[in-house]
């Protein structure tokens, strides 16, 4: 069973750009449906995008279309959100989320993933 571990976030001006990283160690990425979801303060965690163990159908959130995009190496085992045109209210802990599964469906939905990542600080200044 795989062990994620973030990295990337940080300060960046609005309409900027940011890549986050989640490096999985401890099993076959491959085997594993990955996702991100994030958490403003005194809000509720949401979800951000979703990308399945194998292809390369995504989905995303409505306030993130178009801006997001999330990616995996199953090689370097590490899951990618790539944001751009970055908003003040896109600030908010990042979290990468994944499951072992044999399909590839995806989900929007946190009962869905059962590893987490401790999470990425992203601010993002006006």
């Known amino acids: 069973q795989v062990q994620l571990v973030e990295s990337g976030g940080g300060l960046v001006q609005a309409g900027g750009s940011l890549r986050l990283s989640c490096t999985a160690s401890?099993?076959?990425?491959?085997?594993?449906?990955a996702a991100w979801f994030r958490q403003a303060p005194g809000k509720e965690r949401e979800f951000v995008a979703a990308i399945p163990r194998i292809g390369s159908n995504t989905l995303y959130a409505d306030s993130v279309k178009g801006r997001f995009t999330i990616s995996r190496d199953n090689a370097k085992t590490t899951l990618f959100l790539q944001m751009n045109s970055l908003k003040p209210e896109d600030t908010a802990v990042y979290y990468c989320?994944?499951?072992?599964?044999?399909?590839?469906?995806?989900?929007?939905?946190?009962?869905?993933?059962?590893?987490w990542g401790q999470g990425t600080q992203v601010t993002v200044s006006s």
């Open positions: 401890g099993g076959t990425f491959s085997n594993y449906r």
């Open positions: 989320a994944a499951k072992q599964l044999s399909m590839t469906i995806l989900s929007s939905l946190e009962r869905a993933y059962d590893i």
